[in-house]
């Protein structure tokens, strides 16, 4: 089965995409993957997305972007990408037995957050734990918080909820940071964070919400618990490009190298890529819908010029 354009993914980059590809006419086939939505799916109130004063629940979100793309007439497959070989041309694609080929590719399969994999943690995402200050900082107005992790990140999100939180405490598994010098100088001047070293979250507590952690020395092995209103994680992400490995290069950190400063070729031309699966700064639904309109533009002009 040939395509003219292949999507892969279907968060906000990959839906976004698919519907400036549909309005320009490409009839793309967008293959979802067997969880379709992105992070946004494990998201429970979102307030920042433009178009939406009071809010929407994050299902209801990629529920909409689903239909749009869809009046448009794009094509929607929620199934799992395989294997690509993109040495040849067409390209390859194989969903298990099937094999389509593609005069252009967009990659948006986004990234995961690392979780901790600890009791409570997944029945209270979304309910109290979290993996992105930016996005939920502001439901925690006057509480008391954990960020767990030690790099820059854990940092850059300690900092960001002391705007809301009334006390920040960093868990840390040693007792130094991995952070840079700089970042790890702002939280140590700012009065809201506290450090516990030497620390990782065992349990995390809470029925409808989060109540409380169990945590415990690394050094001694003693638990002790703790009441908090809140827990985001910062122990890194991880993009999704296993696919992708020994097809287009990748950074140290698994991220696809875009080939053009600003845009979204990688390193084989015909494909384009957008959203997390090459952005680890931003990690936004708004910023990765933008960027899936870039693709579809970019994909769109690409494919125009080989005609």
């Known amino acids: 089965m040939h395509e003219k354009l292949v999507i892969i993914g ?7 995409a698919a519907l400036y590809a549909a309005r320009a006419d490409l009839n793309p086939m967008v293959f979802e993957g067997v969880h379709a939505g992105g992070q946004l799916m494990i998201t429970t109130d979102v307030e920042n997305y433009p178009g939406f004063p009071d809010g929407i629940l994050g299902p209801e979100l990629m529920d909409k ?58 029945k209270l995402t979304g309910k109290g734990v979290s993996a992105c200050a930016t996005c939920d900082g502001f439901f925690f107005r006057g509480q008391e918080l954990i960020v767990v992790g030690g790099g820059d990140t854990a940092m850059e999100e300690a900092l960001f909820l002391t705007k809301f939180a009334s006390k920040v405490t960093i868990v840390h598994r040693r007792d130094e940071l991995r952070a ?30 989060v109540s409380g952690v169990t945590l415990e020395d690394t050094v001694t092995g003693k638990s ?9 994680v910062a122990i890194g992400h991880k993009p999704t490009t296993d696919l992708f490995i020994d097809e287009l290069d990748l950074d140290e950190n698994g991220y696809l190298v875009i080939a053009d400063s600003g845009g979204t070729r990688t390193s084989v031309e015909g494909v384009f890529a ?7 700064v931003y990690r936004q639904a708004v910023t990765a819908a933008g960027t899936g309109c870039m693709a579809a533009i970019d994909a769109e002009r690409w494919l125009a010029h080989q005609e």
Not at 76 to 95: A, G, M, Y
């Open 10 to 16: 279907a968060g906000p980059a990959g839906l976004t």
């Open 65 to 122: 972007f689903r239909k749009q793309t869809e009046k448009f007439g794009t094509r929607l497959r929620q199934v799992d990408v395989t294997e690509v070989d993109f040495s040849v041309r067409p390209f390859k694609i194989n969903v298990g037995a099937d094999e389509y080929t593609a005069d252009a590719v967009i990659i948006a399969s986004g990234a995961n957050a690392t979780w901790l994999g600890i009791p409570g943690e997944k």
């Open 180 to 209: 840079s010098k700089i970042m790890a100088a702002r939280v140590e001047q700012n009065p809201k964070i506290d450090m516990n070293w030497n620390s990782v979250v065992t349990e995390i507590h809470g029925d409808e919400l």
């Open 224 to 232: 002790s618990e703790m009441p908090i209103g809140g827990v985001f």
């Open 274 to 280: 957008a959203g997390d699966v090459v952005d680890h």
